[in-house]
């Protein structure tokens, strides 16, 4: 096909110029600032440019207009292709070098790209816009004049790779890695648009600890020092475990470990209210201490120390009766709610530990003896009572009571069974008792009944002692 020069192409009316090309139009360079247009040029071929390519308008320097039809545009009505780079803005022209990239615009100032839909598709316009002005430089994709992503001048690096997002870090390791040579922070902050007070934290860690830091308050809640070993803190299904090697935690909450549990009071001065660990059941609240050693030996499993003397409170929230007990130099255990010795109540037991006496303020009542001595069985007929000569012989070889056996000095005394065992013998000791005031009521009858006779005798030995002597004065 023959070519045609662009003068021999043109139309002789002033008002419009149209260049129909129906295979191929090509040139080795076309500039088209040396052609004046009075209208439009509509190409509804292809245009195939193999040099260089300038378009820009002379009067209204760095304005090209793609997709716009107005009296001086380039309508494009079917597709527009552009093999290799191309450059728009007011510093490409002539003698400039070829753009480095596809697309590349070029301008004095701030340069934008605008995306935008027509009528019969959506109405949202984009805008991709980078920024020089001062202060700071930046880059910023917006709609509806709201932008939704900047990158500013001084910005981390991010790198959006194949396995995650890394920021300032050229390798993420993980779906989201963030680098920092001191402290990476995440920082989650609530404004106060929608109504709610608003709020800042941080999240971030280090090589001392990981924490999460209440920016707003100037709290720092919850940490995790970087000495923290393997399932050091374990939260499953409402329950939590300290030191727990992975098994499933046995309670709400499983400590596992040889550092013990410390609930402590630092405010200075203490605060008046006290410090407790609170055990609720809505049926069933216990305590239980376990050593699991197969050692038997005594071990101290609840201890309590008290500037004074630590009690403990039992409380009946069905009566409101209340009994407490404690220890200090002596064992105290009351009627009521705590109180120094000398608030004691009516009813009291006290151990006194400097003299081990044991005081009481009511009666003790105990479960009865064995009675393995008899007890009140030496009444019966069948018993085999000793009598007084059997028994004080028995006792004297034994060097004690016979049924009350031994009791050695210091040594540990079955009060209740002690006490039986001195029953019987008490009981032994009335019937000799009674015994012998039979015997002496026996003997004392005796004995007034001779005392009478005697009397009788006396008289009658004196009455006739006087007619003997009567009868001797007379025969003098």
Request: net charge negative; glycine share 10%.
């Amino acid at each position: 096909m023959a070519e045609r020069t662009v003068e021999e192409s043109m139309p002789k009316t002033p008002k419009s110029i149209v260049a129909s090309v129906a295979a191929l139009l090509s040139a080795t360079v076309l500039h088209a600032q040396d052609v004046t247009h009075p209208g439009n040029v509509d190409i509804v071929g292809d245009l195939n440019v193999s040099g260089k390519t300038f378009l820009f308008d002379t009067t209204e320097a760095g304005l090209l207009n793609v997709g716009e039809v107005n009296a001086e545009s380039l309508d494009v009505s079917i597709a527009a292709s552009i093999v290799g780079n191309a450059c728009i803005g007011d510093a490409c022209g002539p003698g400039t070098a070829s753009a480095p990239y596809p697309l590349e615009v070029w301008t004095t100032g701030d340069a934008g790209i605008s995306l935008v839909g027509d009528a019969s598709g959506p109405t949202y316009g984009w805008n991709i816009e980078a920024l020089y002005s001062p202060p700071v430089g930046r880059l910023t994709i917006s709609t509806g004049g709201s932008p939704f992503f900047t990158i500013e001048d001084s910005a981390l690096p991010v790198r959006l790779g194949f396995s995650g997002v890394g920021i300032n870090n050229s390798l993420p390791q993980t779906e989201l890695h963030i680098s920092d040579t001191d402290t990476p922070i995440v920082r989650l902050e609530q404004t106060s648009g929608s109504g709610f007070d608003p709020q800042v934290w941080d999240v971030g860690g280090n090589n001392v600890n990981f924490f999460i830091n209440n920016v707003t308050d100037g709290e720092m809640p919850f940490r995790v020092l970087s000495s923290a070993t393997a399932n050091t803190l374990v939260v499953e299904d409402s329950r939590v475990s300290i030191g727990n090697s992975g098994d499933p935690a046995e309670a709400g909450l499983h400590i596992v470990g040889n550092r013990g549990l410390l609930v402590e009071d630092t405010s200075l001065p203490p605060s008046i209210a006290p410090s407790f660990v609170h055990f609720r059941s809505g049926n069933y609240a216990q305590l239980l201490i376990e050593t699991l050693s197969t050692t038997t030996e005594p071990r101290s499993a609840l201890r309590l120390v008290n500037n004074g003397r630590p009690e403990i409170v039992m409380a009946n929230s069905d009566t409101n009766g209340e009994w407490s007990f404690g220890a200090g130099t002596n064992f105290v255990l009351k009627q009521g709610a705590i109180g120094s010795d000398s608030s004691v109540k009516t009813r009291h037991l006290i151990l006194y530990g400097n003299s081990g006496d044991l005081e009481i303020s009511g009666q003790i009542i105990t479960g009865g003896p064995t009675c393995s001595g008899g007890c009140d069985a030496v009444f019966s007929d069948d018993y085999d009572l000793l009598s007084i000569a059997e028994h004080a012989e028995k006792m004297f070889a034994l060097g004690h009571l016979p049924n009350v056996g031994p009791t050695e000095p210091g040594s540990a005394v079955n009060i209740t069974e002690q006490f039986g065992r001195l029953l019987n013998e008490l009981e032994h000791a009335h019937i000799y008792i009674a015994e012998l005031e039979e015997r002496d009521r026996r003997q004392q009858n005796e004995i007034e009944a001779m005392n009478a006779r005697h009397s009788a005798e006396i008289s009658e030995i004196k009455a006739r002692l006087n007619q003997l002597s009567e009868l001797i004065h007379s025969r003098n």
